[in-house]
């Protein structure tokens, strides 16, 4: 679960938990950019299409996380923008990954296998209820895709979220019939939802692995410094012997004139 941080507006707790994902699945917790953008010019009956899907979508998403909540993470915000020919997801995988090895212990797949082949589009979210509001966001981006030429459909769509479900499991397996494109990759198996618990904050969780690293060269300074100061002490002996040599070479030539 979220834990100290579930307090925070849903975009900032969701922006902490998509760039924690961001960076186990890809490596950098930086933005794609463009690399994770589609656009595509949509017929007015397809943007009524797609703006009824995402009502559905917010309404489904506000039913099941309560009103008061729902405020408390989105304040005003009544998602009811218009549809254009513009999609993006959180992350497009560059490479063949495994996602249980990228996301760590505690990690799960809660639906379809671990495999990640290149290609595949990734969505996340912190909050259960939203995974309707992600299946829509998938659905245009696979809408979007689909309208290219040539056609450039993903090979894999995968979910990660901070919940396991439990009683609204098959609220969201009907969920996604609703949306056609989600669906045949679904039906194909190549929907993947994968769960996987943050309950660190990744700012907080980012400067403790830097007061790591910086630990770790503050001790092999340290180790640096006392091996130096063998070193020298070995150099300063070394040199007193050979001091103590000559000093006596005198002595030994004068009992050599003697004999």
């Not at 699945?25 to 007015?44: F, H, I, P, V």
């Not at 669906?183 to 700012?203: D, E, K, M």
């Amino acid at each position: 679960m979220w834990s100290d941080w579930s307090s925070l507006p849903g975009r900032l707790s969701g922006n902490d938990y998509e760039n924690h994902i961001r960076e186990l699945l890809t490596g950098s917790c930086k933005d794609q950019g463009d690399k994770r953008m589609e656009q595509a010019k949509l017929s007015e009956a397809l943007q009524r299409k797609l703006q009824n899907l995402k009502c559905e979508a917010v309404e489904n998403a506000r039913e099941h996380t309560g009103e008061a909540l729902w405020k408390r993470l989105f304040g005003e915000n009544d998602f009811n923008d218009g549809q254009t020919g513009k999609a993006s997801v959180e992350i497009v995988m560059a490479e063949d990954k495994d996602v249980l090895q990228c996301l760590g212990a505690g990690a799960e797949m809660l639906l379809g296998d671990a495999a990640l082949p290149t290609g595949t589009v990734v969505e996340v979210t912190v909050q259960g209820p939203l995974f309707y509001v992600k299946c829509f966001q998938l659905e245009k981006y696979l809408t979007i895709c689909a309208l290219q030429t040539p056609p450039k459909v993903p090979p894999a769509a995968l979910l990660v979220i901070n919940r396991k479900p439990i009683e609204c499991r098959d609220d969201w397996m009907n969920a996604v019939e609703k949306f056609p494109n989600l669906q045949t990759l679904a039906q194909q198996g190549n929907f993947r939802i994968a769960y996987c618990p943050h309950s660190v904050h990744h700012a907080q969780y980012r400067q403790k692995m830097v007061e790591k690293d910086e630990i770790i060269v503050e001790k092999d300074e340290i180790i640096a410094q006392k091996d130096a100061k063998v070193c020298l002490l070995s150099v300063l002996l070394l040199c007193l012997l050979a001091w103590q040599i000559l000093q006596k070479l005198p002595a030994y030539a004068v009992k050599g004139t003697d004999l």
